[in-house]
C-alpha cells in the first residue's frame, strides 16, 4: 500500500508525508517545487518533480504498481494573492485537481483525501461552523476549494450511476495550521502570520498587524489555529479509513474549536521568547474574514481525531523549528 502525496515537500504536505511513515505507510511525493523544498522530504522518499497540471507526468506515476490513494495538498495556498492573480489560482487549484481526477479514474486509483480549507466558509454568522454551515467563500482561494470538493462529489456520483467501482473521498477543511512537527520544517509563506512574525521577531523588526478595526473583542482578527502535526495525523485516520473500504462523509473540518486573535498570538509570542514584541498597524487584507472558528466533533466522532497542541505548544514548537533553521543559515520565506 502506498499513497502519493501532491504537494508533499510543502510545509503541510511534508508534515503529511512523515506521518505515514511514522505509521508505516508507504508514500511518493509529487511536487514541482514552486514552494516545496527538498530538505523537507525525508531521505528514502522516492520523489516526483512535476507540475499538478501535467497529465502525462500523473499518468505515469498513478500506474506505479501498489498505488493505494491520493493526498491531494498541492496548490496555491493564500486567500489575498489569489483576489489579485485569480485565473492563476484557478489554474493550479480547479484545472490541476480535474486533472489530478482523471488520471486516478485512468488509473482506478480509487482513494483520494483533498486537502481543502476554512476559508470555503468566507465571513460566518456563527460562533462555531459545522460541515453543515453555508460555504460562502470569499476569495478565488476559498471558491477554488469550494470546486475541488465539487469536483470530488461529482465524479464520485457518475462513477456511481455508471455502475464502476467506488471513487471513495473526503475533504479536510484545515483551518489555521502552525507549529512545527520535525525538526528544520516551518511554514515558508511570506503571507502566513506566524512566520512573517516569527521572522519580524527573529531579526528584531516590528512585525505589521493587518488591520485593528474588525468587530471582535481587541479589532484584530480570530482565527482558531491548529498544530500541523495534529492536520497530518488526520490524513493517516482519513487515509485508513479509506483504504479500509469505509465510507466518510464528504468533508470534515480541522481545528481546536477555540477561537485565538492576532494580538493573543503576539502575546504568547511574547511569553516563548521572553521579551516584548512591538508591531505596526496595516490596512486590512483583501479576502480575511473577521472571525472563523469551528467545531471537530464529526472529525472526532467518525475518524477519532483530535487536537492535542495547545497555543503555547504551537508557538514554541514554531519559534524552535525557525531558530533551528537560521543557526543552520536555511531559514526563509517564500
Given amino acids: 500500500m502506498t499513497w502519493l502525496v501532491t504537494g508533499g515537500a510543502g510545509y503541510v504536505g511534508s508534515h503529511v508525508v512523515r506521518a505515514f511513515i511514522d505509521n508505516d505507510i508507504k508514500v511518493m511525493v509529487y511536487d514541482d517545487f514552486s514552494s516545496g523544498r527538498r530538505e523537507f522530504v525525508p531521505s528514502g522518499v522516492p520523489i516526483i518533480e512535476a507540475s499538478i497540471t501535467d497529465a502525462d507526468s ?28 485569480p485565473l492563476e489560482f484557478y489554474r493550479v487549484n480547479v484545472e490541476g485537481t480535474r486533472v489530478l481526477l482523471a488520471q486516478c479514474v485512468a488509473a482506478d486509483v480509487r482513494n483520494f483525501v483533498f486537502s481543502s480549507s476554512a476559508s470555503v466558509f468566507g465571513t460566518p454568522d456563527v460562533d462555531l461552523v459545522t460541515e453543515e454551515s453555508a460555504l460562502n467563500p470569499e476569495s478565488p482561494y476559498g471558491e477554488s476549494k469550494v470546486i475541488g470538493e465539487w469536483l470530488l462529489r461529482d465524479l464520485a456520483r457518475a462513477e456511481a450511476l455508471q455502475g464502476r467501482p467506488p471513487f471513495r473521498h473526503t475533504s479536510l477543511r484545515y483551518f489555521n495550521v502552525v507549529g512545527s512537527g520535525a525538526p528544520g520544517v516551518y511554514d515558508v509563506s511570506p503571507h502566513n502570520l506566524f512566520p512573517i512574525l516569527l521572522d519580524a521577531v527573529s531579526e528584531e523588526r516590528r512585525p505589521e498587524l493587518f488591520g485593528d478595526d474588525y468587530a471582535t473583542p481587541d479589532g484584530s482578527c480570530v482565527r482558531d ?5 495534529d492536520v497530518a495525523a488526520a490524513h493517516v485516520l482519513a487515509a485508513r479509513a479509506l483504504a479500509a473500504d469505509r465510507s466518510l462523509a464528504p468533508a470534515y473540518n480541522l481545528g481546536r474549536g477555540e477561537g485565538v486573535s492576532v494580538r493573543e498570538i503576539i502575546a504568547a ?66
Avoid at 500523473?58 to 486567500?79: D, E, R
Avoid at 489555529?225 to 502535526?229: F, G, P, Q, S
Fill in 58 to 85: 500523473l499518468a505515469q506515476v498513478l500506474h506505479t504498481p501498489g498505488i493505494t490513494g491520493v493526498v491531494h495538498v498541492a496548490g496555491l495556498k493564500y486567500a489575498g494573492v489569489s483576489v489579485q492573480d
Fill in 269 to 334: 509570542v511574547e511569553a516563548v521568547v521572553g521579551r516584548a514584541v512591538p508591531y505596526d498597524v496595516g490596512p486590512r487584507r483583501a479576502g480575511d474574514p473577521a472571525r472563523i472558528v469551528t467545531s471537530a466533533d464529526l472529525a472526532r466522532a467518525e475518524l477519532g481525531w483530535k487536537a492535542s497542541e495547545d497555543l503555547l505548544e504551537m508557538v514554541a514548537s514554531a519559534w524552535k523549528a525557525w531558530t533551528d533553521a537560521s543557526v543552520e543559515g536555511s531559514a526563509r520565506l517564500g
Fill in 225 to 229: 489555529y491548529i498544530h500541523v502535526a
